[in-house]
């Protein structure tokens, strides 16, 4: 069972990952801001993606009922554990420069090889993926981002129910996303694979906010065939406090 680390533990090392990794990055604000010409003001500083597996912040189980401890020990050890080795691995043979960000990289992925887009998507998605999710989360996303939902979609039910249905119908592997466009949109949107909306390859482009795992491997030992049942439940997850640090960063 893999122990969580403490905050202060976690605050350090994301200290010391942005100071390795902020110069040159595309993160958050940043990103749009290269991909148009507006200019906005970056009120949250991200840090920028590496591409090392970083410790999950709960324990396998701490995600009960909803996702359960051997899918997550299998997810993030195995599964997501992999993508990393392998974006390392294609990395290096491509003679991506040591310390480029995640981001980075994905804004020009077209130019690498199949190994390293697919891989590299991987872990950007799963690193965003467990921090998306919390155990006992509140449910329900605080004012402003709330007012951005409501503002973009009518109401938040019919944002939650769209998000749904995106992850739904996207057919075979891949993820549902919430993102910031390049006009500073919020927009729903799916990819297939590991492919996401930071990649200059995607039909959707933008920075993601909030994503969620369709791939079988998330769900199939506990909800088999049913992935709406697992949606549906994962609800319970959303860790709306970071989706929210996610909107203020653009
Ligand atoms: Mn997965």
């Known amino acids: 069972m893999k122990k969580a680390i403490s905050r202060r533990l976690f605050l350090s090392q994301t200290a010391k990952t942005t100071a390795v990794l902020t110069s040159g990055a595309l993160i958050g604000g940043s990103f749009l801001s290269a991909c148009s010409s507006s200019k906005k003001t970056i009120s949250t500083v991200l840090p920028a993606t590496g591409l090392d597996q970083t410790p999950l912040l709960y324990s396998y189980s701490a995600l009960e009922p909803f996702i359960d401890a051997q899918t997550m020990e299998l997810h993030y050890s195995k599964h997501a554990a992999a993508y990393s080795k392998n974006a390392k691995e294609a990395a290096a043979a491509e003679n991506?420069?040591?310390?480029?960000?995640?981001?980075?990289?994905?804004?020009?992925?077209?130019?690498?090889?199949?190994?390293?887009?697919?891989?590299?998507?991987?872990?950007?998605?799963h690193?965003?993926?467990?921090?998306?999710?919390?155990p006992g989360a509140a449910g329900n996303p605080s004012e402003k981002l709330s007012n951005g939902l409501i503002k973009s979609f009518g109401?938040?039910?019919?944002?939650?129910n769209q998000f749904t249905e995106a992850g739904k119908t996207r057919f075979g592997s891949g993820w549902a996303w919430l993102y910031m466009d390049r006009d500073?949109?919020?927009?729903?949107?799916?990819?297939?694979?590991?492919?996401?909306?930071?990649?200059?390859?995607?039909d959707i482009k933008g920075f993601p906010l909030l994503g969620l795992d369709v791939w079988e491997h998330a769900y199939y030992l506990k909800y088999q065939n049913k992935r709406a049942d697992y949606i549906q439940a994962w609800w319970n997850l959303v860790n709306w406090d970071y989706v929210q640090q996610r909107y203020e960063s653009v």
């Open 96 to 125: 991506v420069k040591p310390g480029t960000s995640v981001e980075t990289l994905l804004a020009s992925v077209s130019i690498y090889s199949a190994k390293l887009r697919n891989n590299a998507g991987g872990h950007y998605n």
């Open 127 to 134: 690193e965003l993926f467990w921090k998306c999710m919390k």
């Open 155 to 160: 109401s938040f039910e019919t944002f939650k």
């Open 184 to 202: 500073h949109q919020l927009r729903i949107g799916s990819t297939p694979n590991q492919d996401n909306p930071l990649m200059d390859v995607s």
